[in-house]
Every structure is written in structure tokens, then in C-alpha cells.
């Protein structure tokens, strides 16, 4: 992309090109040799994006007036050349077409980014052209090089032919300004046939104007008219156009048939042969009004003759009353400024009459055109209400009635209404949606703490598959080892339970169960369970009975397969079955006070994986219950302590515990011995 920029004054235009690296170039020598051949030479053939193909880069020739310098400035891609036009002459700035010549001091400066920049004091480039012809023929180049693809077809759909398009240009750019909200005053009035008006503060947009006019006419119509431009007097700098044409109404755009042909011609051009009488027109038209050249009304439709009637008789005739002109902007309210714009959309706000401040229709707005009646001297106002729903038509006392049926306004109204229908319904289901996924979410959080209340008295398996009202067989686990004890300082045990991370059956009694396998199986199943009969042994020294004497306590613990499952249905309970549990239950009953009595399975699985040194003092043969039905040369053992091996001597049993608790849920332990009394 390359950007010529041109400087006048305090006015800054900056004229973007799009090129192609490789043939859309463009020479600014071209345009140097144009403005100084003394004939016309055959222009070079373009490409098909209208375009000359040219070298890899940008070529801009200078030729010093005084100095006689001529130097070419090679501008890759990315950059700018910079045409500063300083100080020119009076007369200059007032739109002469040949200017004075003075002296030229002309700068040439490279920045270090390689962006060149060329100061002209006086002339450009040569003593036989000026810099506004310099003007002109970029205002072609932008043309030619944007006028392409979508802006072309834009362009070519304002008119039929240069009379047409002329007279659009006033409209299409009171629409740009509006909604790029530029306060400015430059617009296009299509005063007459091959005149054009432009208004604008910048002088060197009018010469530029002057280039795009004759290249959209060559582009668009095949047509170059002869062009001339002169400023006109007043306050605000206006330039006027002038085409001159042989036959401006045959120069028709080649995409659109002559419409000539398709009309009937009028066979009386007396006013009075219309083939409609007033009051039909009135009814047809019901927003119109028709005002001479005093600007005062002299028909209204029946629309403005509901509203306006009562208040004419006495607030007068004059259309300046009734209604504000809102658009176009900076509109001068004299009969021949209104003829010169109506090429332009007209917007009106009717007001409130005189004495009337709570006029119901106030501000309601009009938007229309304006038709200039030779015949009669006269404006006719066409429009229609500019609404979008009923809330509108109602607010300002009218009705669908008040719309005709061929005026489009009647399915802008009700197709508002039916897309605000659609909005409401829309807001609703997104509403109704937002409910629902707020209902989601509660039930979410409810389940969730149905299932936490659950896993507090079902393994977490059992707990999600009673949630879900799931079938619950039995289920055999194997190598479970269990504790079972007769006190009732449950508080403190559960505590240790979520500790060790093992699983309460259930409490009966002074008796407590607890099962280590069930919930989530571990190589460690034993250990957990013979720390945890520790710590219960060693919490039972901190209680005293009412007597004074400490708490006494049986705990016992063995290893071996059991049955578990869900008992009941409005109060199911978590219950294991089988031999093995009743044996875990006759190690507690064999056991000693403050004693933990193992079984010869259990102390298996305590010395299956080193690194865990447990104290164990084995005990008599004899102590084994007879329900072990293979005790012949076992016996069992009481677990009188445990020390883990990175620890001292010094170190609590509490944390030696936590110690072997940390290695076992990283996965490992220091090697180390079991002792065995």
C-alpha cells in the first residue's frame, strides 16, 4: 500500500493506493509528461483493474523551475511521498485557473525510514502546469485506481446517466454525513442541468473533485465532457461545475435501457388535464403539501389536514409554522435554495402550533422529497411517517388507517412490531433457559450433598449407585482386614478413621468395626489399620472413667475375605458377612486391656513389605480362638508398638505414625526390620 499525501496550508489530504507489487503502478512521470505535452498523445493501454502497468516501483519525477533540476525519487512499497504546496498566491487560493509562476524553492528530504518528502514554495513541477493541474490529475488517478469491483457498481447505480448522477450525488452524501456524524459543510447541489455545486472550505478538494468528475464520466458513462470550474462569491467558498454536453440526455450508462421509449408521452400539458381531482389526490397522498413561492401552504393531504386544520384559520398559512426542516442540514428556508436541493431526502418535524404546547403530534417526523412545480411556481412535499412500531403511531394520535396501502411505512410498522413479538418471546425463552440452568445447577448442588451424606455411611461406590436408585449386589472382597473394640470414644475414632483413611462398618453397642479393603483396596490395608489400633490405644490414655482410672479398652484385628452388601430398603445399611468376621470379632474377645490382639494373617501382611518396623510380642497357642480352624502351629501376637526408621527414639508414636502414613501414600519407606518379642 503507498500513500501520496498533499499539503495546503493547514489541510492535510492523504490518498491511499492498493497496488499490485508487480504491474499496478503508478507513474507519477505520466502524469508530468501529460500536463506538458503540447498535444494530445495516445494515452496507454490499461489493464484490466483500469490501471497503467508500470516498473516494480513508484517513479516520481520533480523539475525545478529555477535550479532546472530533474531528479527521480524511486519510492518502494510502504512508502510516502509527501507533496507540501505552501504559501501560494492569492490569487491561486481563489481558484484562478493559471496562477502566477514565482520562484520555486523546492526541498527534497529523506527520512530514515525511506519516506521521501518534497516541499514545493511556489509552482509545480514545470513553468507550463500548476499544482492544481497536479490536483486534477490525481483526483483521476483516485479514480482509476479505486473505482473498481464494488465501489464501480455503487457508482453506477446512482443514475442512468451524468444529468442522474449528478443529481444523486446531494443524497447519497447527506446519508454518509449522517451516519458518520460530520458536522461539516461540504456538500453536491445539482442546481441545474449539467451544473454542479460544491461546498466545501478546502480549495484543494475542489480541484481533486474536478479530476474524479471527469474520470467517472469517461469510466462510467464512455463520455468526457468539458468540465470547468469557477469559485463562486459568499461567505462560504462554493466552486460551480459546469458540463458542457452536445446531448446530455442520450449519455445513458449502457447497463440501463432508455426509459424514453417506454413512456407514454402526455398529450395536454395543461395543469388543469390531470386526470385526478384534488380531493382524491389529497386522500391518495395523504402526507404531502404543496407551498409557493412564499413558502406558504396551499394544499395539504388529509394526513397534515387532521392535525393542522383546527389552527390554520388563525396561526396563518405559512409552512415555517407547522413544520421544521430538519434534514437536509443547513438548509437556507428561501424557495430557490429548496428547488436547488431537491436531489436530497428531506426530513421534517412538525411543531407544535402557536398556543398550542401540548400539541400530541409533536416531533413526529416526515421524511420525504421535494418536487419543484414549474407549471406552477411551487414545492409539492411528498413523504410518509417515519415510525417503526404502533408505540410510534400511537403516541402522535394517528392510526394504520392514516397510512395509504401502497406507502411501504404500513410493513415497517408491522414488521417492527412482529420482530419486537419475536425479541419479547426471545427474551422470555432466554429467560425461562436461564431458570432452568439455575434449577440444574441447585439440583447439582443438592444431589452433591445427597451423595457426600450418603458416603458418610456407604463406601463411595454404594453412595453413587443408591443416588442413582441402582441395583446393589453383594460383593466379595478379598484380604480385608478388620478391628473390632469395646469402648464407646467413637467421636475420637472416626476421627482416625478419615485419618488412615479406612472405612467404620458400623458401631454396636460399646463395640466398634472398622474395615480396612472395602472402599479402596491398598498393599497396605494392615498397616493402616494396625496405626490406627495404636492410636486408639493411645487416645484411651488421655480419658479417665468417673472413678479416676483410665479407660480400658480390647482391641482386635484380623485379615481375611468377607461378603459385603446393602441390607434394607427404608433403612439400608452397609454390613459384611462371613467367617472371617465373626474370628476379627473373637480376637477383640481374647484380647487383653489396652492390648491389641492380632491375628496370624494380619502379622503376615505387616511382614510382607519391609520398611514398617512393628513391635509384636507373640503369645501363648492356647489364646487362639477354636474358630481358627488353621491355627495348628500359629498363634497370635499383640501389637505393642510401631517406629518408623528415619526417626529417633525421642519421636512420639503419633509421629512415627504420620511419618510411615507420608511414605506410604508417596509410595515407598526406608527399609527397616520387624521385631518380633
Avoid at 7 to 27: E, F, Q
Avoid at 84 to 92: E, I, K
Avoid at 215 to 242: C, H, K, T, W
Avoid at 571 to 598: D, Q
Wanted: charge should be negative; glycine fraction near 6%.
Amino acid at each position: 500500500m503507498g500513500s501520496l499525501k498533499l499539503r495546503h496550508g493547514n489541510d492535510l489530504l492523504a490518498i491511499d493506493y492498493l497496488w499490485d507489487c508487480d504491474v499496478h503502478k503508478r507513474s507519477m512521470v505520466d502524469c508530468y509528461n501529460r500536463t506538458n505535452a503540447s498535444s494530445e498523445r495516445e494515452r496507454p493501454a490499461r489493464n484490466h483493474c483500469g490501471r497503467r502497468s508500470s516498473s516494480r516501483s513508484w517513479l516520481c519525477a520533480a523539475r525545478l523551475n529555477d535550479l532546472r533540476i530533474e531528479s527521480i525519487i524511486t519510492i518502494e512499497r510502504e512508502h510516502q511521498v509527501h507533496l507540501d504546496v505552501r504559501d501560494l498566491p492569492a490569487a491561486v487560493e481563489a481558484g484562478q485557473a493559471e496562477p502566477p509562476n514565482p520562484k520555486a524553492e523546492t526541498a527534497v528530504a529523506s527520512s530514515p525510514n525511506g519516506t521521501m518528502t518534497m516541499e514545493w514554495a511556489g509552482v509545480l513541477p514545470s513553468p507550463d502546469a500548476s499544482a492544481y493541474d497536479i490536483l486534477v490529475l490525481l483526483g483521476e488517478e483516485i479514480i482509476h485506481t479505486s473505482c473498481v469491483g464494488l465501489i464501480e457498481r455503487a457508482f453506477k447505480c446512482l443514475g442512468s446517466n451524468l444529468q442522474e448522477f449528478l443529481g444523486s450525488l446531494d443524497g447519497v452524501y447527506d446519508v454518509l454525513k449522517l451516519q458518520e456524524e460530520d458536522i461539516t459543510d461540504t456538500g453536491f447541489v445539482c442546481a441545474g442541468e449539467g451544473e454542479l455545486i460544491f461546498t466545501s472550505e478546502r480549495p484543494v478538494l475542489a480541484w481533486l473533485l474536478l479530476g474524479c468528475l471527469r474520470a467517472l464520466s469517461r469510466q462510467l458513462f464512455g463520455y468526457e465532457p468539458q468540465i470547468e470550474m469557477e469559485p463562486i462569491d459568499g461567505d462560504v467558498p462554493r466552486y460551480r461545475y459546469l458540463f458542457k454536453i452536445d446531448y446530455l440526455e442520450e449519455q445513458v450508462s449502457p447497463l440501463v435501457p432508455d426509459s424514453k421509449s417506454m413512456l407514454r408521452e402526455s398529450v395536454s400539458s395543461d395543469v388543469h388535464d390531470l386526470k385526478m381531482d384534488n380531493d382524491f389526490f389529497c386522500k391518495a397522498f395523504p402526507w404531502h403539501f404543496i407551498m409557493d413561492e412564499n413558502l406558504n401552504l396551499v394544499q395539504v393531504g388529509q394526513g397534515f389536514s387532521r392535525l393542522f386544520k383546527n389552527y390554520m384559520a388563525t396561526s396563518g398559512l405559512s409552512a415555517c409554522t407547522y413544520f421544521r426542516f430538519k434534514r437536509p442540514r443547513g438548509l437556507s428556508l428561501k424557495f430557490r435554495e429548496i428547488v436547488r436541493r431537491t436531489n436530497t431526502p428531506f426530513m421534517i418535524a412538525l411543531r407544535a402550533p402557536p398556543g398550542r404546547p401540548d400539541f400530541f403530534a409533536k416531533g413526529l417526523e416526515i421524511k420525504g422529497q421535494m418536487v419543484f412545480c414549474p407549471e406552477s411556481n411551487s414545492l409539492l412535499f411528498m413523504g410518509s411517517p417515519f415510525l417503526d412500531g404502533l408505540e410510534g403511531l400511537t403516541c402522535n394520535g394517528l392510526f394504520i388507517s392514516d397510512i395509504p396501502l401502497h406507502d411501504a411505512t404500513r410493513e415497517v410498522i408491522l414488521v417492527g412490531e412482529q420482530a419486537r413479538a419475536q425479541d419479547g418471546l426471545r427474551r422470555r425463552m432466554d429467560k425461562l433457559k436461564s431458570s432452568i440452568e439455575e434449577a440444574n445447577v441447585a439440583v447439582t448442588k443438592e444431589r452433591k450433598k445427597n451423595v457426600n451424606l450418603l458416603q458418610l455411611m456407604f463406601p463411595e461406590e454404594i453412595a453413587e449407585r443408591l443416588w442413582l436408585g441402582a441395583q446393589i449386589d453383594a460383593k466379595t472382597y478379598p484380604d480385608v482386614t478388620m478391628l473390632f473394640s469395646d469402648i464407646s470414644l467413637y467421636k475420637h475414632f472416626d476421627e482416625l478413621c478419615g485419618f488412615f483413611d479406612v472405612y467404620k462398618v458400623e458401631t454396636i453397642g460399646d463395640a466398634y468395626c472398622v474395615a480396612s479393603g472395602l472402599h479402596r483396596a491398598s498393599i497396605y490395608d494392615a498397616h493402616k489399620v494396625a496405626w490406627m489400633a495404636l492410636r486408639m490405644i493411645e487416645t484411651c490414655s488421655l480419658y479417665n472413667t468417673h472413678d479416676g482410672q483410665h479407660i480400658q479398652m480390647r482391641i482386635g484385628l484380623h485379615t481375611g475375605t468377607v461378603l459385603a452388601g446393602v441390607v434394607g430398603r427404608k433403612m439400608p445399611r452397609y454390613c459384611l458377612f462371613g467367617h472371617n468376621v465373626t474370628i476379627a470379632n473373637k480376637f477383640e474377645s481374647g484380647s487383653e486391656a489396652c492390648k491389641v490382639n492380632i491375628s496370624p494373617t494380619t502379622k503376615d501382611w505387616l511382614i510382607k513389605h519391609p520398611g514398617y518396623e512393628f513391635q509384636l510380642n507373640p503369645r501363648d497357642p492356647s489364646c487362639m480362638p477354636k474358630e481358627f480352624t488353621e491355627s495348628r502351629g500359629l498363634t497370635c501376637y499383640f501389637l505393642e508398638g510401631y517406629r518408623h526408621p528415619t526417626l529417633s527414639g525421642e519421636a512420639t508414636l503419633q509421629e512415627h505414625i504420620e511419618a510411615a502414613m507420608h511414605a506410604t501414600n508417596e509410595g515407598g519407606a526406608a527399609t527397616a526390620v520387624v521385631e518380633v518379642k
